[in-house]
């Protein structure tokens, strides 16, 4: 007879290795991206070259995570989420051996691709391996980690690459990659895919621009436009005033270590009763915008500033975006759902930090924080706006 103390912790050690991909996937985004603004000499080229290495890591996931997801749900996410961390640790590998610019761009469209298949893998394992109940807490838990990575990754890497050299940051990934990776063969369960009803294109099309998919999508691809850009540009911001580089990272570290402490307590609330996800989804945006327009103030203001409210807001919208996303889709679909979803955020990934840099290359970095703020804070109208209009009236 198994005992309750092995019932109570199996689904906990089946969680880790989930934990532990989430947060390789944060590391590995901002570990790079808060460390590159050097990368060139020329002010202007270093913004738009900072942008697109930036966004390649994200573009290779908008092409690639709704067909690695829609496979987990066909063929399992487990073999999608192994394959996925052996590659990441394969794509690190690259630029280790041959320490070349050119290669760096190389092995972060690879790494890119790799977290395309694992991330909504993990997503989707969260989900499935968790009752619908606890969906705020796992998906709380999960951005938890995922936050940790983020908050680790510009700081940590800033020391590995002062101590190294951006090779040594690339060696600790694929280490990371490869622990990871070996951890989830002894801990994840295998997951079996369900049987599923035949779907056309044009079920597909109808579920995805259903509102019930595209509001916590669309507020879920607003927060990380927010979040890249914050990380990639408040860097620039705290050098123009005068801070190192491990003062920087730990700086641009208190955005992930606001949403980190956020997101947990907004996914207990979730399952408790004490917050909705409209509620929690609309401040989120608001804080979010708020983010940005304090991120345009000068100095060490705009950086602490942006950083705790960026934070703060996509801390709430990540656990309720994406455990709305879980209420809403029928489980044999968890996987073409999430990566969908993930194709939302990584958009936003890409549109976030490639705006901004168009925007400063022409004028400056504030007028960039500026352009994203109005988008955030349109995205925040247009959200409340249909909130206010599927209000039922006495």
Partial sequence: MTSPTAVSTAPARQMWPLYAAGFTTAFGAHGIAANLGG????????????????????????????LFGS??????????????????????????????????????????????????SASALVARLNPAARHGRAFGSYGFYKS???????????????????????VALAVLGA???????????????????????LDLVRRLADPAFLAPTGALAAATAALSAGV???????????????????????????????????????DGGRLTTRTGL???????????????????AGVLGGAALIGVGTGLITPLGFAALAASTPTERLGQTMGSAELGRELGDVSGPLLVAAVASLTTLTYGFAALAVLTAGVALAYLGRAVANTPRR
């Fill in 71 to 120: 496979l987990a749900d066909r063929v399992g996410a487990r073999p999608v989420l192994l394959g996925g961390l052996v590659a990441f640790a394969a794509a690190s590998l690259v630029y280790v051996v041959a320490d070349s610019p050119a290669w760096l761009w190389a092995a972060r469209l690879g790494q890119g691709a790799a977290a395309s298949a694992f991330s909504p």
């Fill in 179 to 201: 622990a990871v990776a070996a951890w989830a063969v002894l801990a994840v369960p295998v997951v079996a895919p369900l049987p599923k009803a035949r779907q056309t294109v």
């Fill in 148 to 170: 940790i990575g983020y908050t680790l990754g510009p700081l940590l890497g800033g020391l590995l690459v002062w101590a190294g050299g951006l090779r040594l940051l690339f």
């Fill in 282 to 300: 609309a401040a989120g945006l608001v804080l979010t915008a708020g983010g940005l327009a304090a991120a345009m103030l000068p100095g060490l």
């Fill in 39 to 66: 990368f060139s000499e020329d002010a202007v080229t270093s913004l738009l070259v900072l942008g697109g290495l930036l966004a390649l890591y994200d573009g290779a996931e908008v092409l690639l995570k709704p």
């Fill in 232 to 270: 990639g540009f408040l860097p620039v911001t705290g050098r123009e005033a005068g801070l190192g580089t491990i003062a920087t990272g730990a700086a641009v570290s208190l955005l992930a270590a606001s949403a980190a402490i956020v997101q947990p307590r907004a996914g207990r609330a979730l």
